[in-house]
């Protein structure tokens, strides 16, 4: 199998599991519905745990352009080889979306609620503040590709690596996922968000695509910032890299603040 090919299986995998579990939450008449947030977190993690138990001898199973381009940034994989990665993820997430749309397919025309409907593929706010929105999940991809990289420099029992990366990502769920619902990955919430645009989803509203760039544009900010992070205090090697991309979360840092001072001085007023 190509490693394009293993991305694609094991990002599809990723989604099923994942997508699937909030499906099963949030749509109506399901048997898991209301079910609530810590069995979408265990959801998730499982589903990272098995793709990357599926395909993590074949790709290193990163199925997430945040942990590519981190990776990569710092010389940990080869640029050459990052299009496939990207390609395979992108539309492994889709693949998988649309597989859980028909495993549903009698609840769609249950579920009254667009919004719940829009969730099963994508992320979105639980406030809705775009500088805001950004450093959340600048800070949830952080922690996932620094953590991915302080546990790879672990030696574990032989096939556990894979579950300690499913308890890093329900980690990040239970802990960082409120705000945003913890997108952590481009292709997770772009691919689906895609599938629900072209899925002939009964009753569904619009895609949120004002929202989109969000979760892509935080999530590879805070992935490569991860990857830089870990490199210069962990291996020692501080580079110019690092030191940009340190600015640059700097700048968002402080317009999310300025911006909410700004809103709650007006919601006072």
């Not at 993820?89 to 749309?101: C, D, E, F, N, V």
Request: glycine share 14%; net charge neutral; aromatic share 12%.
């Amino acid at each position: 199998m190509s490693e394009f090919m293993a991305e694609l299986i094991g990002t599809m995998i990723l989604i099923i599991l994942g997508a699937g579990v909030v499906a099963g939450v949030e749509l109506k008449k399901s048997k898991a519905a209301g079910a609530g947030w810590v069995l979408v977190t265990l959801g998730w993690g499982l589903g990272v745990t098995m793709g990357v138990y599926a395909v993590g001898n074949i790709s290193d199973a990163h199925l997430n352009p945040a942990v590519t381009l981190g990776f990569a940034a710092i010389g940990e994989f080869p640029w050459a080889k990052v299009p496939a990665y990207l390609a395979g993820q992108l539309i492994g997430a889709i693949i998988g979306a649309i597989i859980i749309y028909f495993q549903y397919l009698p609840h769609w025309r249950e579920t009254e609620d667009k919004g719940a409907k829009l969730g099963v593929f994508a992320t979105g706010p639980a406030v809705r503040s775009y500088p805001a929105n950004l450093v959340s999940e600048i800070i949830g991809t952080f922690v996932l590709v620094m953590g991915l990289l302080f546990i790879g420099a672990n030696e574990f029992t032989e096939g556990l690596n894979p579950a300690i990366v499913g308890l890093l990502i329900v980690a990040i769920g239970m802990s960082l996922g409120g705000p945003t619902g913890y997108a952590i990955n481009p292709a997770r919430d772009l691919g689906p968000r895609i599938a629900h645009a072209i899925l002939p989803i009964a009753g569904k509203g619009g895609s949120d695509w004002s929202y989109a760039p969000i979760p892509v544009i935080g999530t590879i900010i805070g992935g490569v910032y991860g990857a830089f992070f870990y490199h210069a205090f962990f291996d020692g090697s501080m580079g110019a890299g690092f030191w940009i991309m340190t600015v640059v979360v700097v700048v968002i840092f402080a317009t999310a603040f300025v911006n909410e001072q700004k809103r709650t001085q007006h919601s006072v007023s």
